[in-house]
């Protein structure tokens, strides 16, 4: 499926979305691998099988085998670390000063550069609901000098994803 298709399943009352998802594929904020790689990192994020295929089908050819591989170790990482992370900052007590004790080298090396890795995972933890984490990696995206108005697009596309998957889980739901 091509990210036309996926627009084209969008029905009449998600015309933003549909409207968004073909402007956002083009946003110019972002250097051509940020843009593919956040998208893909967010429909992963989604969950929604027909989103990723469509997405990794327009956005993973324009992605380097280790970028592609970095879009999704953003999304399996930060799927681990949003839960984690949002437990500690919401449950009041000691947790937040307690070791993860979870293993997170993917962070360190993730095979592209530091503040692409990081905008992704910036943009799944919009997704996820992770404030903490959204705190933290956009304070190590500015610090890389990546611009406020790359990351609101970065987030945007989350945003967007985030909508069309719900959407077509909806959409599906009524009519099974």
């Known amino acids: 499926m091509s990210l036309e298709a996926l627009r084209n399943r969008l029905p009449d009352y998600a015309k933003d ?3 968004n998802l073909g402007s956002l594929a083009t946003e110019p904020t972002l250097t051509e691998q940020q843009r593919a790689g956040t ?11 027909e989103v990723i295929r469509a997405i990794v089908a327009e956005f993973g050819p ?8 970095a879009a999704k ?5 930060m799927g681990m670390n949003n839960v984690y992370y949002r437990f500690t900052h919401l449950v009041p007590g ?8 979870l293993r997170m080298n993917i962070m360190a090396k993730p095979g592209v550069e530091k503040a692409d890795f990081e905008l992704w995972s910036l943009a799944v933890s919009a997704i996820n609901g992770c404030g ?3 705190e933290s990696h956009e304070k190590v995206v500015v610090g890389h000098g990546v611009s406020k108005d790359a990351v609101q697009a970065a987030v945007r596309i989350a945003s967007v994803v985030h909508a069309v998957a719900a959407t077509l889980d909806g959409e599906d739901a009524m009519a099974a």
């Open 73 to 77: 170790a953003a999304a399996s990482i």
């Open 39 to 49: 998208f893909i990192a967010s429909a992963l994020a989604s969950r929604n099988t």
């Open 17 to 19: 979305q549909k409207l």
């Open 132 to 134: 903490m984490c959204m």
């Open 94 to 101: 000691t947790y937040g000063t307690m070791p993860a004790k």
């Open 62 to 69: 324009k992605l380097s085998p280790d970028a592609l591989t």
